[in-house]
């Protein structure tokens, strides 16, 4: 019996790895994942903007949904490539990436991209750094998500605001399964949003992102970086099978 009590608490307070799997890694117990778990769906439900938040609660509870990605990604060319070469997008890391697509129209994807992040004051860096993920590619994978969030507001064509935050999360959600899009697309509305907006997210942008987020391209296989730049984004609509969000005064 003593056994049993000793293996039980050492799986509910020991850390699942002994030592950190990569540099920003943090190993955790399951019982302190509950407390990360319990902490963070509270503030990420009335907060959906607080990336910190969303994004411990993401790391958390999105290990199957993160299988599910990666299993997603090496069934095509550019996913396999994504996973094998690992681009980053951080200013710091590849400021040449930055340079490359300033020089870009703004019809392009990459310029798109540009004018969307420059024009809010958006850095790639402000992504906070993945750490509770008890898996190095797994940890990528989210890293990776968390980078080309701001791709899927160029393709939808949706602003930075709280409504069209939550109508981004449900097209990711439809796209990678991972909980803490549903969550947040799920009960942030009824903390954020107006009655109008809630009726014509789900009359309207919920069934547009089911539709786009089920028909397009698996985005989390795309590498946008390497072959979609340069191209005008209506054409990487088209390649991609991505329809615009509908248009709206309230969003």
């Known amino acids: 019996?003593?056994?049993l009590l000793k293996a039980a608490g050492d799986t509910l307070f020991s850390p699942s790895v002994s030592k950190p799997l990569y540099s920003t890694h943090y190993p955790t117990s399951l019982f302190q994942k509950s407390l990360i778990v319990a902490g963070s769906t509270l503030i990420s439900a009335f907060r959906p903007l607080r990336t910190d938040m969303v994004g411990a609660l993401g790391e958390t509870t999105g290990i199957q949904?993160?299988?599910y990605v990666r299993n997603q990604m090496v069934l095509s060319k550019q996913g396999n490539e994504i996973l094998k070469e690992r681009p980053n997008i951080d200013e710091k890391v590849n400021p040449q990436f930055w340079e490359y697509i300033s020089t870009?129209?703004?019809?392009?994807?990459?310029?798109?991209?540009?004018?969307?992040?420059?024009?809010?004051?958006f850095i790639a860096s402000e992504r906070?750094?993945?750490?509770f993920v008890d898996d190095e590619e797994l940890a990528y994978i989210m890293f990776r998500y968390r980078q080309t969030h701001d791709y899927f507001h160029v393709l939808a064509d949706l602003p930075p605001s709280v409504y069209a935050e939550i109508i981004v999360k449900w097209i990711e959600f439809f796209q990678t399964r991972l909980p803490m899009t549903l969550l947040s697309g799920a009960a942030a509305p009824f903390t954020q949003l107006t009655f109008e907006q809630q009726k014509e997210l789900a009359t309207v942008f919920i069934p547009w992102a089911f539709d786009t987020g089920r028909n397009c391209n698996f985005l989390m296989s795309v590498y946008f970086e390497k072959y979609y730049l340069d191209k005008p984004v209506e054409q990487v609509r088209k390649e991609l099978n991505f329809k615009i969000a509908p248009r709206s005064n309230l969003v």
């Open 104 to 121: 870009l129209p703004p019809d392009t994807f990459g310029g798109a991209y540009y004018k969307f992040m420059s024009s809010n004051g």
């Open 128 to 131: 906070p750094p993945v750490r």
């Open 65 to 67: 949904a993160l299988e």
């Open 1 to 3: 019996m003593s056994r």
